[in-house]
């Protein structure tokens, strides 16, 4: 069977995550968080770190020197041209990363299903790339109410991601398939099945 490289994309709060891991529990399968990815190419010492602390500031680095996550997103949040800036060092490193691994996967008689997930998956151009693109939905008020508990975010920070991140309509326009996940995880699973059913389950 031929690999299928598959997108997934949605506003912060929409569960991406949790879908992902039931997907990683019964499909062959390998999956990247370009969140994760990111974190690796930024690591001290490599061209990332570098480019990202002379566009920052060293006020970005924790005591260990190390690129701080929440102070970097702090910074770039409330900045939007700081932000195109950030994304134009992150996003090109991270795509080449997943090539190498997508080129590996084609490869191996093991994967079936490629999937990557990041929250710009269609601004930084992955329609391209990609067999098709997923967007997991869940309305404003849900995710709202899911970062509040799950990240301890309040207004003013869900705020600024949401302004930063892409409408509803124009996810709903650049993908292939919607996952509801507003609702019940069960019913989120049954529409993954449907559309993964040509490909080999796992119990």
């Avoid at 920070?157 to 609702?183: A, T, W």
Wanted: with cysteine; proline share 1%.
């Amino acid at each position: 069977m031929k690999l299928r490289f598959i997108g997934i994309t949605g506003g912060v709060g929409s569960g991406k995550s949790e879908l992902l891991r039931y997907i990683a529990k019964h499909y062959k399968c390998e999956i990247y968080l370009a969140d994760e990815v990111a974190h690796l190419i930024k690591q001290p010492g490599t061209v990332c770190f570098h480019r990202l602390v002379e566009l920052l500031g060293k006020e970005i680095l924790d005591g260990r020197g190390q690129i701080d996550k929440s102070a970097m997103a702090d910074r770039i949040f409330s900045d939007v041209q700081c932000l195109e800036k950030v994304n134009n060092i992150l996003h090109p490193a991270v795509k080449e990363f997943l090539l190498e691994k997508l080129k590996t996967a084609r490869e191996s008689a093991e994967v079936e299903l490629f999937f990557v997930e990041a929250a710009l998956l269609v601004e930084a151009g992955y329609r391209q790339l990609a067999d098709e693109l997923w967007y997991i939905y869940a309305g404003e008020d849900i995710r709202r109410e899911r970062l509040m508990k799950s990240r301890g975010y309040g207004p003013e920070k869900i705020d600024g991601i949401m302004k930063s991140q892409l409408s509803e309509e124009e996810f709903r326009r650049s993908c292939d398939f919607v996952i509801d996940n507003s609702g019940s995880l069960e019913e989120s699973y049954r529409q993954i099945n449907k559309r993964l059913e040509a490909f080999t389950w796992q119990e």
